[in-house]
């Protein structure tokens, strides 16, 4: 029993020791990451040179050809650059005047549930009151079709 704890416990200095060399060689290897982008060395420059001043940085403009650029594009609806709280809101208002039926400005659970109890009924093609996994599975959004060649 004394062989095994002896042999355990050099097993765990040796790789304590090991761990700890790795460490001291780990803390002194040169860094190879990638290269800091030019706002971040702009700034370090500035702060180093004892400067006040930062430079002047714009945001970052969103590309029209990906998704962030295309939602954006969808938000602001007058084009201007920029997005108002009128033109975020603007179509949660529409989709909310839709379940307001009586036009009080308020949603009360039946107006609510309506919505609801209609997908359900034009989802239960054999009107059972039950979901099968094909029906069920004919309620998920449908998603618009992409285009595979703009030609």
Same mark, same amino acid.
């Given at each position: 029993?004394?062989?095994?704890?002896?042999?355990?416990?050099?097993?765990?200095?040796?790789?304590?020791?090991?761990?700890?060399?790795? /460490?001291?060689?780990?803390?002194?290897?040169?860094?190879?990451?990638?290269?800091?982008?030019?706002?971040?060395?702009?700034?370090?420059?500035?702060?180093?040179?004892?400067?006040?001043?930062?430079?002047?940085?714009?945001?970052?403009?969103?590309?029209?050809?990906?998704?962030?650029?295309?939602?954006?594009?969808?938000?602001?609806?007058?084009?201007?650059?920029?997005?108002?709280?009128?033109?975020?809101?603007?179509?949660?208002?529409?989709?909310?005047?839709?379940?307001?039926?009586?036009?009080?400005?308020?949603?009360?659970?039946?107006?609510?549930?309506?919505?609801?109890? /209609?997908?359900?009924? /034009?989802?239960?093609?054999?009107?059972?009151?039950?979901?099968?996994? /094909?029906?069920?599975?004919?309620?998920?959004?449908?998603?618009?079709?992409?285009?595979?060649?703009?030609?």
């Amino acid at each position: 029993m004394m062989r095994l704890l002896a042999g355990a416990a050099a097993a765990f200095f040796a790789l304590t020791g090991a761990f700890i060399f790795w /460490q001291g060689r780990a803390a002194n290897a040169p860094t190879t990451g990638p290269a800091a982008p030019a706002a971040t060395a702009a700034l370090a420059s500035a702060s180093m040179s004892g400067s006040p001043e930062l430079p002047d940085l714009d945001p970052p403009a969103a590309d029209p050809k990906d998704k962030e650029g295309r939602r954006f594009a969808r938000a602001d609806r007058n084009d201007d650059g920029k997005v108002s709280i009128a033109e975020l809101l603007d179509p949660r208002r529409k989709a909310f005047a839709k379940l307001d039926r009586d036009g009080n400005g308020s949603l009360s659970f039946d107006e609510w549930a309506a919505r609801t109890e /209609q997908k359900f009924a /034009q989802a239960d093609g054999d009107h059972n009151g039950w979901l099968t996994p /094909q029906e069920y599975a004919a309620t998920a959004p449908k998603r618009p079709k992409r285009k595979i060649c703009s030609c």
